[in-house]
């Protein structure tokens, strides 16, 4: 599983994370890759992002998932990618630039930066580097993943916080509706009363379960690596096709 962190001026340190003890200990190994843009490899290398989204980034992830493919630590047929976020961003620019994966789950993210801009708290950081979406339409139609999305074939997991100013849920409802056009497998899970984090240790549960069942339910090699349907499907009760509530069922 590639989690891939948001910022994107952050990084990722070795510590311990309940996600990533719960995914290891389901027989995963966990990837977390440093794109380019990412801090703690110098200003150069954080300002690679600047006036420009999506190529760069891919182009780290998936090679860094082929590295550990070369290695024997990962299995490019059962390779899965998630990320919050700027790495939901980033997760959705990879499935549109890539098939290297096998399923996918956007959380938090922006996929079209024109829609977006005036009704998020990012609009003033996107107007500086950018410009106004209507001077510069061609920088922001190459920044929105939402462009290239006839290109996806993978399944893809959407959520969001339905009170998130910074990445609002249209967003995900934006690209949960126009995959799920092209006739790709996709769900859209919104969590009520919820801003650019799940903060409710049920409602954390859940996010992660949901995940997690999405991706064994895309993984071609899950059950013949231990897992069984039992432990992988769970009912949902009050659940729409393709929506999820995620308040409690």
């Keep these: 599983i590639a989690s891939i962190h948001g910022g994107p001026m952050a990084y990722d340190a070795p510590g311990w994370a309940f996600t990533y003890t719960y995914w290891t200990d389901q027989g995963y190994v966990v990837y977390r890759p440093n794109y380019r843009g990412s801090t703690s490899y110098g200003r150069e ?30 299995d490019p047929d059962r390779s899965l990618v998630t990320g919050f976020s700027y790495g939901g961003i980033t997760t959705a620019n990879v499935v549109t630039r890539s098939d290297a994966f096998t399923a996918a789950a956007a959380e938090h993210g922006i996929y079209d930066f024109r829609s977006t801009f005036g009704t998020d708290d990012n ?4 107007e500086w580097e950018f410009g106004m979406p209507w001077e510069e339409p061609e920088t ?6 939402i462009t290239d999305v006839d290109e996806i074939e993978t399944p893809l997991l959407v959520n ?29 899970v919104i969590y009520q009363n919820e801003h650019h984090n799940i903060s409710r240790p049920e409602r954390q549960i859940h996010r992660l379960e949901s995940i997690t069942e999405w991706f064994r339910e895309h993984d071609p090699g899950y059950e013949t690596a231990g897992g069984t349907d039992e432990d992988g499907d769970r009912s949902e009760e009050g659940c729409e096709d393709g929506y999820e509530d995620g308040t409690e069922q």
């Design 123 to 126: 609009h003033l950081w996107h």
């Design 160 to 188: 969001a916080g339905e009170q998130d100013w910074r990445c609002p849920p249209t967003q995900a409802e934006q690209l949960y509706v126009s995959v799920r056009k092209q006739g790709v497998p996709a769900k859209l």
């Design 140 to 145: 922001y139609a190459d920044i929105s993943s």
């Design 45 to 74: 290398f954080a300002e690679s992002l600047m006036g420009t989204r999506g190529d760069l980034e891919t182009d780290d992830v998936v090679s860094g998932l082929e590295e550990l493919a070369a290695r024997g630590w990962a």
